[in-house]
């Protein structure tokens, strides 16, 4: 089965605070994907990576960098943490196969809030 | 501007009956449709998709629809079980050669015992 860890189910930070939320796949996948979760706006995808060190922006980047050194971890960093960035936010990761879109397996997500 | 709309936030249903949920998407070459389901405090699970050359495809109790030339889809659940309660998310993809998946906002079920 492959398993999506993410370092942090709950997170409460400062506005101003530099924030690490850490993702990492077990099955060797090539993509990886951060969305956030908010209510009634459902997953809006923020980064994407399809390499280790590739990195694409989503829909909302804005705010928000990301980090792929090795194939199997891709963090997301908030430089300058603000309270409209509390939210769920999602890691998933993907099996890239050319054109066809491959299942999405999602971490558990981690509920951050600032202050 | 959405591209991919599932304009029922919630839907309740009883325990036994048919659950349809809905999803229309507005990008014609979307070529590829996905429907996740999440429970609370996890994250979403894939669970059944569909090529745009098929209009369905089955697994189980769940059954999901395309109709291409309305740009619309549906996921129907039969019998519905209260297990069945949680966030039901349709997704697309294909749009402009990309395979990144493009959300709806998602529609909560609630089946009732």
């Known amino acids: 089965d492959v398993k999506v860890t993410q370092s942090s189910r709950y997170l409460v930070k400062r506005t101003g605070e530099k924030v690490f939320l850490e993702c990492v796949q077990d099955m060797d996948h090539e993509n990886m994907f951060w969305y956030r979760q908010d209510p009634g706006l459902g997953l809006r995808l923020i980064y994407f990576s399809y390499d280790v060190k590739m990195k694409e922006k989503g829909d909302i980047p804005e705010g928000y960098s990301v980090s792929r050194e090795k194939k199997e971890r891709f963090s997301l960093i908030l430089e300058s943490a603000s309270t409209n960035q509390t939210s769920m936010y999602l890691c998933?990761?993907?099996?890239?196969?050319?054109?066809?879109?491959?299942?999405?397996?999602f971490g558990p997500g981690t509920r951050l809030t600032v202050l | 501007d959405q591209q991919v709309k599932q304009n029922s936030p919630s839907l309740s249903v009883q325990e036994g009956r048919i659950s349809i949920l809905n999803c229309d998407y507005t990008n014609s070459m979307f070529d590829y449709f996905l429907w996740y389901k999440k429970y609370p405090a996890e994250g979403p699970t894939f669970l059944i998709s569909i090529s745009s050359i098929k209009d369905k495809n089955e697994d189980g109790r769940f059954t999901v629809f395309l109709n291409k030339s309305a740009k619309h889809l549906s996921l129907h659940i039969v019998p519905s079980q209260p297990g069945d309660s949680a966030v039901y998310f349709c997704a697309a993809s294909g749009g402009g050669g990309s395979y990144i998946p493009t959300f709806g906002r998602g529609t909560s079920l609630i089946v009732h015992p």
């Open positions: 998933a990761s993907s099996l890239y196969s050319g054109l066809i879109t491959d299942t999405q397996y």
